[in-house]
């Protein structure tokens, strides 16, 4: 866990569309994060997938839907073991 813990989330898929899968880019759900109002102040904060050995961090772009659902852009691309697990907001 980064030493600038201010929450998690988790990774629900890869962002899509066009007929090809963007790896670099995962669709994440905040707790507390219901509506799009709530999930635009998170935008431009970072964010950190830590699997004990790989620390890949991301960037909060943009809010996807009206739910609360943000997209992350990540410096690199992520394993498929990322989907389902937490995320870390650092900033």
């Known amino acids: 866990m980064p030493s600038s ?3 998690w989330g988790y990774i629900l898929s890869f962002r899509r569309g066009g007929g090809r899968v963007y790896e670099d880019q995962a ?3 905040f ?3 219901d509506d799009s109002r709530k999930a ?3 935008l431009n904060k970072m964010v950190v997938w830590d699997n004990g050995s790989t ?4 960037v909060i772009k943009r809010v996807h839907g009206r ?3 943000v997209v992350v852009k990540f410096r690199r691309a992520l394993p498929g073991q990322a989907v ?5 907001l650092i900033g």
């Open 67 to 69: 739910k609360g659902i």
């Open 55 to 58: 620390r890949i961090r991301g």
């Open 5 to 7: 813990y201010r929450g």
């Open 40 to 42: 635009h102040s998170l």
């Open 31 to 33: 707790p507390g994060v």
């Open 84 to 88: 389902g697990t937490r995320v870390f």
């Open 27 to 29: 669709l994440v759900r």
